[in-house]
């Protein structure tokens, strides 16, 4: 079993995702402005999510370490606000430096992925599923956090395929 955390690190939110077994779902929105209280948050929304995912297990992981050791999360996915260019600029730079002490915390690698067309291809999704009104900011960011770990995975199925 392998699970991944997709982040999209905001300045004033982070959407969490996670992918299961290639199964990707929203896990929630963390506000905390420190990186220490952010990965604390997001291991609870990874907790929680996991108790969704699992309903029937009789004892589920009371910690993050207890987690990551039996559902096998063994990395943060990234997204990188590259320029429009492609460049790492002050933000990229930003997010790189948040994203490795958050990994660092909670003891996993970290990824990072093109976040530069992400939104859009969120916006898109909806518009094409037919989804009625505006995401809310929250709702946007944990989808933004799904869609990068679903191109992630597309990629390297590709580069392992």
């Known amino acids: 079993m392998e699970t991944l955390i997709g982040l999209d690190l905001g300045e004033k939110r982070t959407g969490v995702a996670l992918a299961v077994d290639g199964r990707v ?23 929680s999510a996991l108790r969704a995912e699992y309903p029937f297990e009789q004892d589920h992981p009371e910690s993050f370490p207890e ?52 939104t859009r291809a969120v916006e898109a999704h909806r518009r094409a599923s037919a989804l009625p009104g505006k995401p809310s900011k929250l709702d946007l960011d944990q989808e933004v956090a799904a869609e990068l770990l679903r191109s992630y995975l597309a990629r390297r199925e590709v580069v392992e395929g």
């Open 67 to 118: 987690a990551r050791n039996r559902y096998g999360i063994t990395r943060l996915v990234v997204g990188l606000p590259l320029t429009p260019t492609g460049r790492e600029g002050t933000r990229a730079s930003q997010v790189r430096q948040r994203a490795e002490e958050i990994a660092l915390r909670l003891g996993l690698e970290v990824v990072f992925v093109d976040e530069r067309f992400t």
């Open 25 to 47: 779902v929203k896990a929630g929105t963390a506000t905390s402005p420190t990186e220490e209280e952010l990965a604390g948050e997001i291991a609870q929304l990874v907790l």
